[in-house]
């Protein structure tokens, strides 16, 4: 008996063994989960503009469970902080490392996991989905970098769509495109399947839904759950495949030029969309078809575009004099990628996104 269609090529997939707990005022049920892991010492990570709010309503349930509260979490998780904050992590003798924040306090989280394999509880106030994946970028010396490690995946991952309340609707924004940038990659990945791409389409559908109606009336509560679902759909997506152009691209700009993390990666998606869409016409149909559109890399600009976000590398900080210096980075050790990483068309690539031109 035949279980697919003549056209279904075999696979491989693997699950990744992770808890997730989704809903509305979940942020209590840490106690639970840690103990569940037979936790009693939580090192707390966060950032300045959590420490006030849910910062300390999280150490507030914990309880004598949280050892220390930690603000030290900055973009793109400079080597040198963590060093920092693992000396206060032995000083505590911490057994658990519980992070409430987006994507820096998340990759601080994982960078000390990764030294210590300590356990994680995460709770995301963002939809950038790193939770999700087994993924730590770390920059040093002004070079970001990515590993992939079971170490670094979170054990628990606790979504309170609540956190995200008070997300201001431009970040929203650029982070929730953040995520979709996950899932657009995931598409057409080498290690590309069924389950994926269909997890995929349903991520980039629910943010592409949401985002609009969230920038409108950020109280919008069902609008802030379906951003949330999208981002775990996103980050389970970048978790469970590799990355290509897109990612590495932004690795670039990010860790080199201390460009903003989500707000490159909205501008650099639709470019590295369009620059792919002749080697994945397919992987990018379903793109198209997730935003109710007929092209992906027009959808995708418009997306940020209509909505507020930044279009252009020159709106985020980039000089035009670093354009020639990034394409040179960008081919070295070039991510796996569906059409040839080439420095002509790479530069040109990056001279529309420092224009903010609209991709065809």
């Known amino acids: 008996m035949k279980f697919w269609a003549s056209d279904m090529e075999a696979f491989e997939y693997s699950a990744q063994p992770a808890r997730v707990i989704f809903g509305f005022g979940t942020l209590p049920r840490v106690t639970d989960e840690l103990n569940a892991l037979g936790r009693k010492r939580a090192f707390v990570l966060s950032d300045p503009h959590h420490a006030t709010a849910d910062a300390t309503r999280l150490m507030r349930a914990l309880g004598k469970l949280g ?34 924040g987006g994507g820096s306090t998340i990759g601080l989280g994982k960078a ?27 920059t040093h010396g002004g070079q970001k970098s990515t590993i992939r490690s079971m170490k ?31 899932a657009v990659e995931a ?5 590309a399947n069924p389950v994926i791409s269909n997890l995929a389409e349903q991520g980039i559908a629910a943010l592409g839904r949401a985002l609009p109606q969230i920038v409108s009336d950020p109280a ?25 152009l ?14 903003p993390h989500a707000e490159t990666h909205t501008v650099i998606l639709p470019h590295a969309a369009a ?22 890399a027009g959808a ?31 081919l070295q050790s070039a991510y796996w990628n569906p059409r040839p990483i080439e420095r002509d068309p790479i530069r040109a690539l990056l001279d529309d996104a420092y224009h903010g031109r609209r991709p065809t």
């Not at 030294?115 to 106030?125: C, S």
């Not at 802030?224 to 990355?243: K, N, Q």
């Not at 198209?288 to 007929?294: D, K, M, Q, T």
């Open 67 to 100: 050892v220390h509260l930690s603000i030290d979490a900055v973009m793109h998780t400079p080597v040198d902080v963590t060093e920092r904050v693992m000396a206060k992590l032995v000083a505590h003798d911490a057994d658990c490392l519980i992070s409430l």
């Open 112 to 138: 000390l996991a990764l030294r210590t394999d300590l356990p994680q509880i995460v709770l995301p106030t963002t939809y950038a989905g790193s939770e999700a994946t087994p993924v730590l970028g770390e």
């Open 152 to 182: 670094v995946l979170p054990e628990v991952i606790i979504y309170d769509v609540e956190l995200t309340y008070g997300l201001p609707p431009g970040l929203s924004l650029v982070s929730g495109i953040n995520a979709i940038a996950h």
């Open 187 to 191: 598409l057409y990945a080498r290690e």
């Open 220 to 244: 919008n509560r069902d609008a802030r759950a379906d951003a949330l679902f999208g981002a775990w759909a996103c980050g389970s997506c970048l978790g469970a495949v590799g990355m290509s």
């Open 246 to 259: 897109h990612h590495k691209l932004c690795h670039v700009l990010g860790g080199t030029f201390g460009l």
């Open 275 to 296: 620059y792919n869409a002749s080697a994945a016409p397919a992987a990018l149909d379903r793109v198209a078809r997730a935003l109710g559109s007929h092209e992906a």
């Open 300 to 330: 995708l600009f418009d997306l940020a575009a209509t909505n507020g976000a930044p279009t252009s590398l020159r709106q985020i900080g980039m000089s035009k004099a670093d354009l020639d210096k990034a394409a040179d980075a960008a």
